[in-house]
């Protein structure tokens, strides 16, 4: 009974994870105007199965939280336009240089 209760503990916390990684791909689409409708598919997937799993475990009599280690997910970067350099002018290019005499 207690290797179930592990099994089913362990399972929710990496669905947990899954979960949390699907959901931040899917703003990601979101926010690059993709079409997310798969990855939604499978997050509504996994809280069915989360969902009985949660229901067996509770069945079980297993009531305590179960604490995932990170939640942080970090989020990927926009990739940023490379600026232009400016171009040289005549006053950069020949400007005087001060030398330091002994």
């Known amino acids: 009974m207690d290797n179930r ?3 089913i ?3 929710i916390r990496a669905l947990r994870v899954s979960m949390r990684e ?3 791909i899917m703003h990601e689409q979101i926010n690059r105007d993709e079409d997310c ?3 939604a598919q499978e997050v ?3 809280r069915s199965i989360m969902s009985g799993l949660v229901k067996e ?3 079980l009599g297993d009531n305590e939280p179960i604490l995932v280690n990170s939640f942080f997910i970090p989020r990927l970067r926009r990739a940023r336009k490379p600026v232009a350099a400016p171009a040289p002018t ?3 290019v020949f400007r005087p240089r001060l ?3 002994a």
Do not use: G, L, P, Q
Request: no cysteine.
């Open 9 to 11: 503990r362990r399972t």
């Open 44 to 46: 509504i997937k996994m």
């Open 57 to 59: 475990r509770t069945a």
């Open 22 to 24: 699907a959901e931040a």
């Open 90 to 92: 005549v006053a950069s």
């Open 37 to 39: 409708s798969f990855v």
């Open 99 to 101: 030398v330091a005499r």
């Open 5 to 7: 209760i592990y099994d």
